[in-house]
């Protein structure tokens, strides 16, 4: 994929940027997902048993990836240290889930920047180049750091103009298992209401001029989702990938086995 796309400025871009899901926590998968050339590593640290330590070394493997692949921690809440202790460690940005309103989208922006235009606390970790470049890192921050919330819920579907619009956060990322559970439809994606649900927020998304993501993790939802006019999408995770491999070399080579006999 093209390096010089952005997440902070999804919406610039002339094609959606295309990304994957690290849920395995180990800096081996985002050193292999870097690689192969996608857009951006999303890190998941909601769903996984990931420690900052780990996260850490996963950052420190796609930054020195070549290429220049971005990257994205889904945080495992909004509490501010949660967001400074993960900022900590120089990730291009944070996704937030379960986000519902605009004030907790703008609770989030104050957490994350620092004084006197927020209430982030400044720490020598690698954001800051331990200490080495400190206030370079302050006064440059706000150019590049990224902010995205996820909006999983009727409510945050209903608020999602509101969010949106919020000053500083760079986009907002439709996730939809949990949406679809939220709206009683359950993984049902051709359901009039769910579809409904998305192009509300794919149009909050646009009108307020931030980018808009979402998750696919098969090739006909992958179709499917681009076509919801998503400025990026998350096109897969590890270890869906990983399981779908190894079962296909092992039914290959069953099958080989069988022909022989």
């Not at 921690?73 to 379960?98: A, E, Q, S, Y």
């Not at 519902?100 to 180049?129: C, F, H, N």
Request: glycine letters at 8%; charged letters at 25%; proline letters at 5%.
């Amino acid at each position: 994929m093209s390096g010089s796309k952005s997440l902070k400025h999804a919406t610039e871009s002339a094609e959606p940027l295309v990304g994957t899901w690290a849920a395995i926590p180990h800096p081996t998968t985002v050193e292999l997902i870097a690689s192969v050339g996608y857009d951006f590593v999303a890190l998941d640290a909601e769903h996984s048993p990931m420690s900052y330590e780990t996260m850490e070394n996963m950052l420190r493997a796609a930054d020195a990836a070549t290429g220049g692949i971005e990257t994205l921690v889904r945080v495992p809440d909004d509490d501010p240290t949660t967001l400074k202790r993960t900022l900590d460690l120089g990730p291009t940005g944070i996704l937030v889930p379960m986000v519902e309103t605009p004030e907790q989208a703008e609770a989030i922006v104050e957490a994350t920047r620092y004084p006197p235009d927020g209430k982030r606390g400044l720490g020598l970790g690698r954001a800051s180049g331990y200490g080495v470049t400190l206030k370079n890192h302050v006064d440059t921050v706000e150019d590049t750091l990224v902010r995205h919330v996820q909006l999983e819920s009727e409510r945050a579907i209903e608020n999602a103009a509101a969010i949106a619009e919020v000053d500083r956060i760079d986009g907002v990322f439709v996730g939809p298992v949990d949406l679809s559970m939220s709206m009683d439809c359950f993984e049902e994606w051709d359901d009039d209401a769910f579809l409904d649900a998305v192009d509300h927020a794919v149009e909050a998304a646009h009108d307020a001029g931030v980018g808009i993501g979402t998750l696919a993790t098969s090739a006909d939802q992958r179709e499917s989702r681009l076509d919801w006019g998503v400025d990026y999408l998350v096109a897969g995770v590890d270890a869906i990938h990983l399981a779908e491999g190894v079962a296909e070399a092992l039914d290959h080579c069953t099958a080989l086995l069988d022909r022989e006999t």
